[in-house]
C-alpha cells in the first residue's frame, strides 16, 4: 500500500513550526553584520539524514514512540510545505537491533534516493529506494546482504557513498570477502536499475557530485574525479582529507590540519589553500562559495556554518545553531541546514537561507 501524507496543522507530529527569523552573521574578527531571513522548520523528532536541491530540502525523521514509523519527506521552504516521500518498506527502517535506519539520503533535482541499513548480530543488509518527488511511491531499485558478525567480519555484499545533483544519482556497489577485504568495486548509475559506471578499487567512496562530476575519497586519501558517463578524470593528492566536495571548476578539500584546499576540477591544479576552522567538516560548494560545519571556539558539538569567498578566502560565521548541527549544504538558491537539540523529545530544526543572504553576509564589513 502506498502511503503518502502532507504536512498540515495537523500534522504536529511530523513539523511543530514553520517561522522565518533573524540572522546575525558573524566575521572572523568578531564584528557583526545585518540580520538576514532565514526560513526555518521545526520537526517533531530526530532529524538523522539531509539533502538539499534547489531550494528543496529531503530530510529523514527517526521513528519515536508518538510516531513509530521512520519518514523520509520533502519541504520546500519557499512554499512553506512539506510532503512525504516514503511509504511502508521505509517505515520499519529504525526496527532492526543493530541497523541505522536510513543511512544515507541524497536529494537530485525531482528525484530522491535513499539507503536503508538493517542488521542483527550476524547479518547486515542494504536496501537503495528511488521516488519521484512530484509522484511520491517509493520503489526498492537494489538491495546487499552480508553475513558474519556484525562487530567483527561480514562477507557479502554492501551498497553506500550516495550521492545526487541535477537529476543524476549514484552509488557504489562493492563486496567483501571472508577476511574482510574487499574484492570487487563498482561505481553505478541510479535509474529504474543499477548501471555500471566505473569499475575497482580507485571508485570508492563516492562523496560528491554536481550533476557533471563524481568526486571519490578513496581509501588512500587520494581523490578521483570521475565523469557522469564512468570516465577517470583525474586525481589529486591532498594531506589527510576528511571532506570533499565539487561543483563546476571547483574541487574543495578539507583536511585533518585544519585546512580548506581548493583545486581547479579540470586541471587538478591546486589554487588556493587556507586555514579552516578546528574539525570542520560537512564541505560543500556553490556559486564560487564554500561553506563548511565546526564547533566554536572551546570545542564540542559542531554548531557554526561558516560561508567563505573561494577567490578572496574571505570567511564569516553565517550562523550558529544549539547543538548539535548535523550539517550543511549549498545550492545557487541557498544554503541548507539541520541541527537536532541532544535533550530527549526536544524537537530538530531545517533551516534555509538564500543565496543572496550569504552573499550580502560575505560583502559586509
Not at 512530484?134 to 531499485?141: D, G, I, Y
Request: glycine residues 10%; contains cysteine.
Amino acid at each position: 500500500m502506498h502511503m503518502r501524507q502532507r504536512s498540515t496543522p495537523a500534522r504536529a507530529a511530523i513539523v511543530a513550526a514553520l517561522a522565518c527569523v533573524g540572522l546575525l552573521v558573524v566575521a572572523l574578527d568578531g564584528s557583526a553584520a545585518r540580520t538576514a531571513p532565514v526560513w526555518q522548520r521545526v520537526v517533531a523528532g530526530q532529524i538523522e539524514r539531509f539533502s538539499l536541491s534547489g531550494a528543496r530540502i529531503a530530510y529523514d525523521v527517526h521513528a519515536q514512540a508518538a510516531s513509530p514509523c521512520n519518514r523520509v519527506l520533502v519541504w520546500s521552504p519557499l512554499r512553506g510545505s512539506a510532503a512525504r516521500i516514503s511509504g511502508r518498506q521505509t517505515c520499519n527502517a529504525d526496527s532492526t537491533s543493530t541497523g541505522a535506519g536510513v543511512r544515507e539520503l541524497a536529494l537530485a533535482g525531482g528525484r530522491i534516493a535513499w539507503i536503508v541499513n538493517e542488521g542483527g548480530n550476524s547479518e547486515s543488509s542494504d536496501h537503495l529506494y528511488v521516488s519521484a518527488v512530484a509522484r511520491p511511491h517509493e520503489r526498492l531499485v537494489a538491495a546487499a546482504f552480508r553475513s558474519g558478525d556484525v562487530s567483527g567480519v561480514l562477507t557479502g555484499n554492501w551498497l553506500g557513498g550516495l550521492v545526487g545533483a541535477n537529476g543524476f544519482l549514484a552509488v557504489d556497489h562493492w563486496a567483501t570477502n571472508a577476511g574482510g577485504e574487499v574484492t570487487t568495486v563498482r561505481l553505478r548509475r541510479v535509474g529504474t536499475r543499477l548501471a555500471d559506471l566505473a569499475q575497482g578499487p580507485g571508485t570508492m567512496l563516492a562523496k560528491s557530485t554536481d550533476g557533471k562530476q563524481v568526486a571519490v575519497l578513496r581509501s588512500d586519501g587520494v581523490v578521483g574525479l570521475y565523469s557522469s558517463h564512468g570516465a577517470l578524470l583525474r586525481t589529486v593528492s591532498p594531506h589527510l582529507p576528511t571532506s570533499v566536495a565539487v561543483r563546476g571548476d571547483f574541487l574543495g578539500v578539507l583536511t585533518d590540519d585544519d585546512t580548506l584546499v581548493v583545486y581547479n576540477s579540470h586541471s587538478g591544479r591546486r589554487v588556493r589553500t587556507w586555514r579552516a576552522a578546528h574539525k570542520a567538516s560537512s564541505l560543500d560548494i556553490s556559486n564560487g562559495i564554500a561553506t563548511y560545519a565546526a564547533p566554536l571556539p572551546g570545542g564540542g558539538y559542531s554548531r557554526a556554518v561558516h560561508v567563505r569567498w573561494l577567490k578572496s578566502g574571505r570567511d564569516r560565521v553565517l550562523l550558529t545553531t544549539p547543538p548539535a548541527l548535523i550539517g550543511v549544504q549549498l545550492e545557487p538558491a541557498g544554503l541548507g541546514y539541520a541541527f537536532d537539540r541532544i535533550a530527549p523529545k526536544r524537537p530538530s530544526t531545517l533551516g534555509f537561507v538564500p543565496m543572496s543572504q550569504i552573499v550580502r553576509a560575505l560583502r559586509a564589513r
